[in-house]
């Protein structure tokens, strides 16, 4: 079972989603801040990170290119959770080291194919 790690500061997403990816079959990790992500992505060794770009503490960008710096952590895949849905905000969350991009409100459908994809490589 692949162990995902979702960061994001909302209760309600951070609900919605984990359910769902429970559902799928996923162990879940959570932390509501950049800095929490980055202590569990070194301790926890997730699969995959689900990372909210507008966090407090550290935002999504300033942990991701934190995480990519780290050897034990730089392999991990990043998806991006967003609001920012302009063509730019995808290539500024791509330049931080996020492996792919989706907005808000996620579509779980689609937030699972980008998930598998990345779990298969």
């Excluded at 429970?22 to 990790?29: D, E, K, N």
């Excluded at 920012?84 to 808000?104: I, N, S, V, W, Y």
Aim: aromatic residues 4%; glycine residues 4%; proline residues 5%.
């Amino acid at each position: 079972m692949a162990t995902i790690l979702l960061v994001e500061d909302d209760e309600m997403i951070r609900d919605i989603i984990s359910r769902h990816l429970r559902m799928a079959g996923y162990s879940i990790l959570m932390a509501s801040d950049g800095a929490r992500a980055i202590l569990l992505a070194r301790q926890e060794q997730p699969d995959l990170i689900l990372m909210d770009m507008g966090l407090p503490i550290l935002n999504g960008w300033q942990a991701t290119r934190r995480l990519k710096m780290i050897p034990e952590t730089r392999a991990i895949p990043i998806i991006a959770l967003t609001a920012f849905a302009m063509p730019e905000d995808r290539e500024r969350c791509l330049q931080a080291g996020c492996d792919e991009f989706t907005t808000k409100p996620v579509d779980v459908d689609q937030l699972q194919s980008l998930i598998c994809r990345l779990l298969s490589h």
